[in-house]
């Protein structure tokens, strides 16, 4: 059973609700306008903005009504429409004072191949905590930035006004113990309301949020301690086990088990931020200062840290609403833990930059408990790993709920094996899609579902590049290989406005192997071939590439 790709499909063109389509509708034009005087044909806007054919075309048919499109009847090709031109001189007389003659000739067009490049997320004056929750709290505060699920099955919400007195009053802690511009926090917590508080906290003060992982060693929690330089710790009494003895960096604990037994020198978490008065100010980011570090696997010889700058939220922003065509009305839930890359940036700072409620669920993955979230909270969008998956298909092969309400599901980390996908979409009656993209990047291609081709099986292909980039294969000498040929994933960094990644933040040897054949390419360490349709198949991992999600 499929949904409409639209708010609503049945609603005459311009009426559907919601600002889903006015944000597409605005990708449109955005998109039209990056083409120039040649034109677009739909095939291209349907490329740079992710849609759908039946979306791009319904949208499209409303903007020609209202003349901010034009068709030409010969090429097919869109152009901006006169009502666009109209406005523009309007808004041109107001900000440039005229100061161009009716007849000069419009420079050359300057919009990227995505909606998504905001000013808001460009210069040297970003106020991160206002972007991921502070402006949300103003315009509707008393929706829930936070649904936490306990493993015995109580829930407990945290609304955007809370979350907001809450970190500008922990910000306030954290402050007081030196903490300031550009220092990193290591975060050693399970997923709950102090996690959310503490990363906000973090980034009121210019930070930098350092997850770690809960089921990190106590080796592995002293390597990054220590590489990152981490000026203080957040953590509960039974994960600072794992924290080294000789450690001299000031700790907050959140009361509990075990609070005030070892950790009896540690700054008592509510009680410290019942006790301080909020912060008033709030720190400023240049757009490619970091704001999160991430390392990469355990299992690495010596773990990478990726360090995550504000520009990212472009590309964040860019997935959450194409690849994951994440909607007004959806309730979505990503399964991934918070101390990987694609649980930071698209189950934590991905809903608090849309102004959406994240759901947390205690715990290891238990097909049980996932039923139990699925149809508790009524999740339409949910994405996992593909380990998940596995475990869903080993433990109830046909079974489960048969009313539930998804819409679509998203597996990020690996390919999956025909089968597998093939046996999902019978026992949810979704698509499921896979989606590629490493901690250096986010994700940078997708499987898009298309409603109006709901008979076509998935090709088991990584899909297409997210709008945004540009994505080539690269024979061995560093030449971008033909249809067919094989090579490996690169992204041409030229050619991708969302691209981030600049270097480790702790290896430049590793950071001069991606970019092996000068700074234009970006290496995966994926092996794949590009068929004739624009897809990209993977056909195997180098040794030392570094994916997303790792297995878990």
């Not at 005459?12 to 990056?34: H, K, N």
């Not at 990503?334 to 409620?357: E, F, I, S």
Request: charged residues 20%; proline residues 7%.
């Amino acid at each position: 059973m499929t949904r409409p790709d639209s708010d609503t499909e049945t609603a005459p063109a311009g009426a559907s609700g919601g600002t889903q389509s006015l944000e597409r509708a605005l990708a449109l034009l955005r998109a039209v306008a990056s083409h120039g005087a040649e034109g677009a044909r739909l095939a291209d806007l349907m490329g740079d903005t992710g849609l759908s054919k039946a979306t791009a075309h319904r949208l499209l048919t409303a903007l020609a009504r209202e003349r901010f499109i034009d068709q030409d009847p010969r090429s097919r090709r869109y152009h901006l429409g006169p009502e666009l031109d109209l406005l523009g001189r309007i808004a041109a007389a107001r900000h440039c004072g005229g100061g161009k003659s009716e007849g000069a000739a419009p420079g050359p067009a300057t919009v990227q191949p995505t909606a998504f490049l905001r000013p808001d997320y460009q210069g040297d004056a970003i106020p991160l905590a206002d972007l991921l929750c502070d402006r949300h709290a103003r315009t509707d505060g008393a929706r829930a930035a936070l649904l936490h699920e306990s493993v015995a099955g109580q829930t407990t919400e945290l609304s955007f006004a809370r979350l907001a007195r809450d970190s500008a009053r922990f910000a306030a802690v954290l402050r007081g113990l030196g903490v300031g511009r550009g220092d990193r926090v290591a975060v050693l917590l399970p997923k709950g309301a102090e996690l959310l508080i503490t990363a906000l906290a973090i980034w009121r003060l210019g930070g930098v949020y350092m997850p770690l992982f809960t089921t990190y060693s106590a080796a592995a929690v002293a390597f990054r301690l220590a590489d990152s330089e981490a000026r203080a710790i957040v953590t509960t009494g039974f994960l600072r086990r794992k924290i080294p003895r000789d450690n001299s960096r000031p700790v907050v604990m959140v009361e509990g088990d075990e609070a005030f037994g070892p950790g009896a020198d540690a700054v008592p978490f509510w009680s410290a931020l019942h006790e301080s008065a909020p912060l008033g100010d709030i720190a400023r980011y240049a757009d490619r200062d970091a704001f999160a570090l991430i390392y990469t696997s355990e299992a690495e010889p010596k773990p990478l840290g990726v360090s995550l700058p504000v520009m990212a939220l472009a590309g964040i922003e860019q997935y959450m609403r194409i690849g994951l065509d994440l909607r007004d009305d959806d309730i979505y839930w990503n399964m991934a833990d918070p101390g990987w890359a694609y649980g930071a940036y698209y189950g934590l700072v991905g809903p608090l930059l849309l102004g959406r409620t994240t759901i947390f669920c205690d715990g290891p993955y238990d097909v049980r408990q996932g039923y139990r979230m699925l149809t508790k909270f009524g999740v339409t969008n949910l994405t996992c790993a593909p380990s998940q998956i596995r475990a869903w298909h080993s433990a109830d092969p046909e079974g489960g709920p048969h009313k539930l309400a998804l819409r679509i599901l998203s597996v990020v980390g690996e390919p999956l094996p025909p089968e597998l996908i093939g046996w999902a979409n019978r026992v949810v009656s979704v698509p499921l899609l896979d989606q590629y993209g490493q901690r250096e990047t986010g994700i940078f291609m997708m499987n898009r579902y298309d409603p109006g081709h709901a008979d076509r099986t998935a090709d088991s292909s990584l899909g297409r590049p997210l709008p945004g980039f540009r994505v080539v294969i690269l024979d061995p000498q560093g030449r971008e290989a033909p249809v067919g040929g094989a090579g490996e994933i690169a992204i041409d960094v030229e050619s991708s406005p969302l691209f981030w990644f600049d270097a480790y933040a702790n290896d430049p040897g590793r950071t001069a192997a991606r970019f092996r054949h000068g700074r234009r390419y970006y290496l995966t360490g994926d092996w794949a071939f590009l068929d004739g349709d624009g897809n990209i198949h993977f056909r195997g991992r180098a040794s030392d590439a570094i994916v997303m999600q790792q297995a878990d």
